[in-house]
Every structure is written in C-alpha cells, then in structure tokens.
C-alpha cells in the first residue's frame, strides 16, 4: 500500500491527502487503487460527516504521473484501466459526507476533474488549473467536462478543453468552478472551517441535501463518462493517433488527417 495518497480521521472530519510532493502529487497507478481504497473505506464510515482533500507540497495535483504510465506493472487495456478509474471515481457519488477540495499551485487533468465531481472547491491565490489532454492527442476523460459544462457553460468548457489554456484562482471563482478564493496560509484552514460547520449541522440533512443536489447534475456525468470511454477509445485507435507516434519516433511534425 502506498502512502502517497493517504486517510486521516479526527472526530467526523476525514482528510486525503495527495502526498507525492517531488511530482507536485501527480498520480500513479498505485495512488490511483489508494485513492479509490480510501472512498470505498469512506463509504463504510457513517461517523465521517465531511471530507476534505488537499495535497502536499506546491500543487493539489498536476494531473497523470506520465512517466508511470504502464511502468511494467499494468496489464489492462485502455478501455479496461478508464473503466476501473471511472469505477473507482464515481464512488464520490455514493459518500454521504460532502467533500471540500482545497486546490493550491496547479489542478492539472484528471485531478482537476476530479476536484470537479466533488461537492466544494476552494483555492488559494495563485492556484492554476489546466486541461491540456486535447494537445497530447486525448480527450479529458474523468467526467469533469460534463460538470464544468454544468458549472461555467458551453463556451467556456469549450475554451478550456479544445485551447488547453491555463485559468488561475481569480477566474475559476468568476466562472464558479471555486466557491472561495483565500491566502495561500489560510487554505487549510478556510477547508476545515467548511468541514466543521458541515459536521455541525444535523447529519440527515446534510446527507439529503447532498442528494438533491447532486442528483439534479449526476446524470448527465455517468452519461458522458460513458461516452468518453467509446470516444477515447476510437481515438487511440485512429490513424492521428497513429501519426502522432510515427511523428514523435521520426522527430518531425505529425500530419494529421482527422481520421
């Protein structure tokens, strides 16, 4: 068990931490299983009646440890390693403990999708988030697009996906991908000043609350990460994708032909 994505609980406050600060806690395959160990352990934990999830370091998360993709110890398709993460994540929907994602330096990819299929985001100044997936020759694929579609509309989901422009902290709370913008210093305070008056609250009503609220946007997410796994899959098996490879081995400018 790996001890870069780790579970701490105080009372009815539980914290995940992100702990691989040398990556600026990027994910690998076996924070990926912690992260989805914790969830299903949370599950099971009715006395937990909110969540924060922070991380370690300069950065919430910048996204997929690339350099551990495969790394000798996955023998999953594709399709099979999307449809563990999409498994493990949706998880998030099934706590009765809200969750405060409390997002510093960079939210970079699935990690930022991530953030986004929780309850509460908060960031401190300066914090960056970024969707940079198109640019690589994939799609985003965690099912935050369809919640920022939820959140900020067409045009702006649009504009983060297809340019994979950076937003900082000032716009994320203008376009209300963030409820709060703090110091830095105050960051893991603001989340646990949330958490607490969360836990404060009667525990059925906060529980029934988080239904309503999330059944209203869930839907339309379990749907597009169903169509985000057909989609990516058709990618990696298209001939861009297969240009883009030849390209990258030849060291040359790929040609694409948009099939």
């Known amino acids: 068990m790996t001890d870069k994505v780790r579970l701490e609980v105080d009372g009815a406050i539980a914290t995940i931490t992100n702990d691989n600060p040398d990556k600026h806690n990027a994910f690998d395959d076996e924070m990926d299983q912690r992260l989805f160990e914790i969830l299903g352990e949370l599950r099971e934990r009715p006395e937990v009646r909110a969540v924060i999830w922070r991380g370690e370091g300069k950065s919430f998360s910048s996204g997929r440890d690339v350099a551990a993709i495969g790394g000798g110890q996955v023998t999953l398709t594709h399709h099979e390693l999307m449809s563990r993460g999409h498994r493990g994540i949706q998880q998030v929907f099934d706590l009765d403990a809200p969750i405060i994602v409390a997002c510093h330096g960079w939210s970079i990819g699935a990690s930022f999708q991530r953030a986004l299929l929780c309850d509460l985001r908060i960031a401190a100044e300066g914090a960056r988030f970024l969707l940079p997936e198109v640019g690589h020759g994939v799609i985003p694929d965690t099912g935050g697009?369809?919640?920022?579609?939820?959140?900020?509309?067409?045009?702006?989901?649009?504009d983060l996906v297809l340019t994979g422009r950076p937003m900082d902290a000032a716009e994320a709370y203008a376009h209300g991908i963030v409820s709060r913008v703090v110091r830095p210093d105050e960051l893991d305070a603001t989340?646990?000043?949330?958490?607490?008056?969360?836990?404060?609250?009667?525990?059925?009503?906060?529980?029934?609350?988080r239904r309503v609220i999330s059944h209203l946007a869930e839907p339309e997410v379990r749907a597009s990460m169903a169509e985000e796994l057909i989609a990516q899959t058709y990618i990696s098996r298209s001939d861009d994708a297969a240009e883009r490879r030849a390209a990258q081995i030849e060291g040359r400018e790929p040609r694409y032909t948009g099939s």
């Open 145 to 158: 697009v369809a919640r920022l579609f939820q959140i900020c509309g067409h045009g702006v989901a649009s």
């Open 191 to 209: 989340a646990r000043e949330m958490a607490e008056k969360i836990a404060a609250a009667p525990a059925v009503t906060v529980k029934v609350a």
